[in-house]
């Protein structure tokens, strides 16, 4: 599979997050050729949050790790992460097997069994053979090294082109401290959250229940405001873990928190560049609603529409496509109110095609790699920004042969 044409030019130099270890391998869950199971280890006083899909379906695996963070309890964690199975909709079948999973990694790292986090990605709906990842939780423990989280990042791609990564560094008191994240995600790519596994690390030291809130803060306006196409995931896990080891407490501190977002965002937005198929970044900026959720409902309306995206693979501004998305969405519109921009080319205003608009200024900003659409609705003061892709043919190719 060729890498994407909106991917980065290169994986970042991801910084050793003292306090952690990684190892990837080749467990043969789908393909016997490829490295496809990632393990983390933790160390004493790491704390662990997440944030995870909010899918009625959701795997085995989501399940077990939103009790476990609720139950709270400490020392060393471990995580645990497959690609080329979902290991949802498995019923007691896929219970069994995270069970077994959790298990054998408490086992060898003596790690509590509640502190072990799993996650898979793949195909929905087949058992997973975790016995071929037990097999290799031996190989998996040798092999752990503070170095490894570019393996990882690696392991758990699917239709992924490219892996994902990104990194931060903030000085505290005059000290250091690291963040590095890694994400895998190129469809089934919607909120809540958007298929998509994130696992960052930091060696700040901050108490799980702030962590837990700020996860979720900078989750909203980051993975929650990202699509590919429209559809939810079963599997969707954000976990980010800080082993403290900085020896800097990182509560409440905005640089921290800023540095977070930045890393959440640039790990969104990559998941984006890699759209199944996808040749365009688009970012919909939509002003002047009635309120911050109006605005939601309209930028999501437009990034969801296969009449939009299409078109911005084709590379038409068929703007129309937009007015039209807007007066779906269910939020307030006012036809004679409403403004749409291309960039900063003026399309349309007072309930028709701008005067100064003119099909060749729209058709060269759709040649674009990177294209913004902005729709002010002139109502209010809600606002909403969020990144999607074009639509091509490549999208269905890729998943009218997903699981050969």
């Keep these: 599979m060729s890498i994407s044409p909106l991917a980065p030019a290169s994986f970042p130099d991801l910084p050793v997050i003292d306090g952690v270890t990684f190892a990837a391998a080749a467990a043969g869950v789908k393909r016997a050729d490829r490295v496809d199971v990632m393990l983390a280890l933790l160390a004493e006083g790491s704390s662990v949050a997440g ?90 423990r040798e092999n752990q090294s503070a170095s490894n989280l570019s393996d990882a990042a690696r392991a758990i791609m699917t239709t992924d082109t490219f892996p994902k990564g990104s990194t931060k560094t903030v000085s505290i008191k005059g000290k250091s401290v690291k963040i590095a994240g890694i994400a895998k995600g190129s469809g089934m790519i919607a909120p809540d959250m958007a298929t998509m596994l994130v696992y960052i690390f930091t ?24 699509t590919v196409d429209s559809d939810t995931s079963t599997s969707d896990s954000l976990m980010i873990a800080a082993t403290g080891r900085s020896g800097v407490d990182v509560t409440g501190n905005a640089d921290f928190s800023d540095a977070l977002h930045e890393i959440m965002l640039d790990l969104a937005q990559q998941v984006v560049r890699d759209g199944e198929g996808a040749t365009k970044f688009v970012t919909i900026n939509v002003t002047g609603a009635a309120s911050d959720s109006d605005a939601r409902l309209v930028a999501m309306s437009t990034a969801n529409s296969p009449l939009v995206k299409t078109a911005i693979a084709g590379e038409d501004p068929n703007w129309g496509r937009i007015v039209a998305a807007v007066g779906k969405s269910g939020a307030a519109a006012d036809r004679d109110l ?67």
């Excluded at 944030?51 to 995580?79: E, M, Y």
């Excluded at 790690?111 to 087949?126: E, K, L, P």
């Excluded at 058709?363 to 913004?372: H, N, R």
């Design 51 to 140: 944030v995870f899909t909010t899918s009625s379906t959701r795997s085995a695996n989501v399940l077990d790790c939103q009790r476990k963070l609720a139950l709270g309890t400490s020392g060393p964690a471990a995580i645990l992460v497959n690609s080329g199975n979902s290991n949802a909709f498995t019923g007691k079948l896929g219970e069994a097997s995270v069970a077994a999973l959790a298990k054998g990694v408490s086992d060898l790292c003596n790690v509590d069994v509640n502190r072990v986090f799993t996650a898979s990605t793949g195909v929905i709906g087949q058992p997973l053979p975790h016995e071929k990842i037990v097999a290799k939780l031996g190989e998996l």
């Design 338 to 404: 409403l403004t749409i921009h291309f960039s900063d080319v003026l399309v349309a205003e007072n309930g028709w095609v701008a005067p100064s608009y003119t099909e060749e200024a729209g058709a060269a900003l759709m040649k674009e790699q990177d294209i913004t659409i902005n729709i002010g609705l002139g109502l209010g003061d809600g606002k909403c920004t969020v990144w999607t892709c074009d639509l091509t043919h490549q999208y269905i190719t890729i998943n009218a042969d997903y699981r050969s």
């Design 203 to 226: 060696d700040g030291q901050i108490a799980q229940a702030d962590l837990q809130a700020l996860v979720s803060k900078h989750n909203a306006k980051t993975f929650n405001c990202i």
